[in-house]
């Protein structure tokens, strides 16, 4: 596990909460950060079960950002995925976990190290967690969210799939 924090944005959550394996990020990383927009993000549907996941899993902390102000530099993005990578830098994060292709140039800039949805169920394949990755990815885009072809072509070559 890292010994610095793991912060997420709301994706990454919500495609693994629709699939019933948020275990996965516990068991990967023990401790996960958001802030509070992306825990308002998470609560804009089906509030009452995910509100409940929220108070459950206790190892998802809302943690907030001590300097508001630093989001204007992220033009372009939403309040949670700049609140994620201000977030990231106030913490020192290992790692941060994001899908949106303009947030992930603004943290590779950054120079934030980070991973997607499908950067997850790969490692928790290589860690032994999923035997496979290819019916989590199925799963996830039966609840509704798109991953481009190509990139789960070449997830799915990684995975040995």
């Given amino acids: 596990m890292p010994d610095k924090p793991v912060i997420a944005n709301n994706t990454p959550l919500v495609a693994l909460w629709a699939i019933g394996r948020l275990d996965i990020l516990k068991s990967l990383f023990g401790e996960i950060l958001i802030p509070p927009s992306v825990r308002d993000e998470f609560l804009a549907t089906e509030k009452e079960a995910r509100s409940k996941t929220l108070r459950d899993e206790t190892?998802?902390?809302?943690?907030?950002?001590?300097?508001?102000?630093?989001?204007?530099?992220?033009?372009?993005?939403?309040?949670?995925?700049?609140?994620?990578?201000?977030?990231?830098?106030?913490?020192?994060?290992?790692?941060?976990?994001?899908?949106?292709?303009k947030a992930r140039r603004f943290a590779e800039?950054?120079?934030?190290?980070?991973?997607?949805?499908?950067?997850?169920?790969l490692l928790a394949k290589e860690e032994k967690i999923i035997s496979t990755v290819a019916p989590l990815i199925r799963?996830?885009?039966?609840?509704?969210?798109?991953?481009?072809?190509?990139?789960?072509?070449?997830?799915?070559?990684?995975?040995?799939?």
């Fill in 139 to 161: 799963k996830i885009q039966q609840a509704g969210l798109y991953f481009h072809n190509d990139l789960m072509e070449r997830v799915l070559k990684l995975a040995g799939e």
């Fill in 109 to 121: 800039r950054l120079g934030l190290p980070l991973s997607g949805t499908l950067g997850i169920l």
């Fill in 59 to 101: 190892w998802i902390r809302v943690v907030q950002i001590q300097n508001a102000k630093r989001t204007q530099a992220y033009v372009g993005l939403d309040t949670g995925e700049s609140e994620v990578l201000v977030l990231a830098e106030e913490q020192n994060a290992s790692l941060v976990l994001i899908d949106e292709q």
